[in-house]
T-cell receptor, first 114, second 115 residues
């Protein structure tokens, strides 16, 4: 069964610094990978997704992620953190072909230091 | 605003009771998913419906059931509630099925507190 592991339940970065949130996946088939963001008292919003094709995926709010099959990773990055990026971030993988249910990681809470 | 509407936003009820959570998907979306978010279990998939039929089942307890109606709204029924059922319950919708790359749009959730 597919699964994802997010390294670091809490990450703090200074405003303007690089954001790096780590996600490793386990999948027996080519995975479909997602990053979702959850702001306080809100639902989840899709940041970006990898299905097929280009391994560097650009998303909303300046985030991007690179699919690295050799490392089974899908880390999320943003060159310069903004205060509004403070939120919880979830990496997710969808089921093997034929099912769209998502298996989520445990989440990483991102804090931005002014 | 994702276009997915969940009601109620908050629910407080006693152990042993039964509650119904309601979800209206985005206009035109045929798939509805239910997820549970709790501190100890994280975000867990419960069940998926597509155009009125159950499509996939996750770690959903036997005390829980769901259905999707002809107008495509969905209800999640939780019965014989226990303290451990306290969680945030999310509904999500997507336009299709059999496409694991499709984006799911999430509602703002129903926070259930069992006392």
């Amino acid at each position: 069964a597919q699964s994802v592991t997010q390294l670091g339940s809490h990450v703090s970065v200074s405003e303007g610094a690089l954001v790096l949130l780590r996600c490793n996946y386990s999948s027996s088939v080519p995975p479909y990978l997602f990053w979702y963001v959850q702001y306080p008292n809100q639902g989840l919003q899709l940041l970006l997704k990898y299905t097929t094709g280009a391994t560097l995926v650009k998303g909303i709010n300046g985030f991007e992620a690179e699919f690295k099959k050799s490392e089974t990773s899908f880390h999320l990055t943003k060159p310069s953190a903004h205060m509004s990026d403070a939120a919880e971030y979830f990496c997710a993988v969808s089921d093997d072909f034929g099912n769209e249910k998502l298996t989520f990681g445990t989440g990483t809470r991102l804090t931005i230091i002014p | 605003d994702s276009g997915v509407t969940q009601t109620p936003k908050h629910l407080i009820t006693a152990t042993g009771q039964r509650v119904t959570l309601r979800c209206s998907p985005r206009s035109g979306d045929l798939s509805v998913y239910w997820y549970q978010q709790s501190l100890d279990q994280g975000l867990q998939f419960l069940i998926q419906y597509y155009n009125g039929e159950e499509r996939a089942k996750g770690n959903i307890l036997e005390r829980f059931s769901a259905q999707q109606f002809p107008d495509l709204h969905s209800e999640l029924n939780l019965s014989s509630l226990e303290l451990g059922d306290s969680a945030l319950y999310f509904c999500a919708s997507s336009p299709e099925a059999r496409n694991p790359g499709t984006e799911a749009f999430f509602g703002q959730g129903t926070r259930l507190t069992v006392v």
